[in-house]
């Protein structure tokens, strides 16, 4: 798949507007080779350009790159898998690579910054293992927000607004100032990001947050609670009361739930089969498969693929 394939839709029509202005072939393969590896724009920019998120912005999606969402104005709630986030100004939003993304809610009126890269960018510094111990909210299942102090915001938006304008400036930009910068950002980030005691949390709260993280990496290969329930080392019966007592849902709920998001980004970007789709979300026939989305949704697959 390529990658500009499955760029959000509110970066996909900031490209289109941007390359627009940009004459010649050569200048174009470049600059569009540029926005897969970084990209960052201001929020109110976007909403410049339209006068509302579009339908399609509301639908689940995944990302070869990582991104961060930083408010300075507003509110907006997303959510990661089947975790729901509400969030306001001078907080970060971290969404790593391939995880599923949904936009719940955002007005039109929200400022601050979107912002995705390569996490090669950061390699290039420090080895891989180093950059998830330094900078946990980069890491695969990690706790998304981050919330900094109005005294330290002067010193992020300066970064934020440097590595803007050597985005802008186009095939001039210097890949080593958007490599150092955004180090220097997630460094100011560092003192801001909170560890939760282990003890501080319900015991159906943590094997409840561990079986969602479970279902986000695993779905794909293992789409019985009993999995689950063998992989956290306890029984189905203790999972699902725990689930239960968490979110009034039972396991098998949450498995379908997540089910559903596969299909639904397989099902807008990629070329697969609907046959192909049911197989990998474990359903053994098509018709077994159709039912089980338009039960969920109150729409077939395919409806669901045309949706534009």
């Known amino acids: 798949m390529k990658k500009e394939e499955i760029l959000s839709i509110e970066v996909q029509e900031l490209i289109k507007t941007e390359l627009k202005a940009i004459e010649g ?124 102090n109005p005294e330290a915001k002067s010193h992020i938006v300066s970064l934020l607004e440097r590595l803007l304008f050597e985005y802008q400036k186009g095939v001039n930009g210097r890949i080593e100032i958007f490599e150092t910068y955004l180090l220097s950002l997630f460094t100011e980030l560092q003192p801001f990001v909170k560890r939760l005691s282990h003890n501080s949390i319900n015991a159906a709260l943590e094997i409840t947050k561990e079986f969602k993280k479970a279902l986000s990496k695993n779905i794909t290969h293992k789409n019985k609670v009993s999995d689950y329930a063998e992989l956290l080392n306890i029984s189905p019966n203790h999972l699902n009361k725990c689930v239960k007592s968490a979110t009034g849902k039972s396991a098998n709920d949450l498995v379908n739930e997540m089910l559903l998001l596969e299909a639904k980004v397989m099902l807008k970007q990629t070329n697969l089969s609907i046959k192909e789709i049911a197989y990998n979300v474990g359903k053994s026939e098509v018709s077994v498969f159709s039912r089980f989305f338009k039960t969920q949704t109150g729409i077939s697959p395919t409806d669901y693929r045309l949706l534009q």
């Open 25 to 148: 072939s050569s200048l174009l393969k470049i600059t569009s080779f540029a926005h897969n590896y970084f990209h960052i724009n201001r929020l109110e920019d976007f909403f410049k350009l339209i006068e509302s998120p579009l339908p399609t912005d509301f639908l689940p999606r995944r990302m070869n790159v990582y991104y961060f969402i930083f408010l300075t104005k507003g509110n907006t709630t997303r959510s990661i898998g089947l975790e729901t986030y509400e969030f306001g100004e001078n907080t970060f939003f971290f969404v790593p690579a391939h995880e599923i993304t949904t936009h719940k809610f955002v007005r039109n009126d929200v400022q601050g910054y979107y912002c995705h890269f390569d996490i090669q960018l950061l390699a290039k510094h420090t080895i891989p293992k180093k950059i998830y111990s330094d900078f946990p909210f980069l890491e695969y299942n990690s706790f998304p927000l981050l919330e900094i």
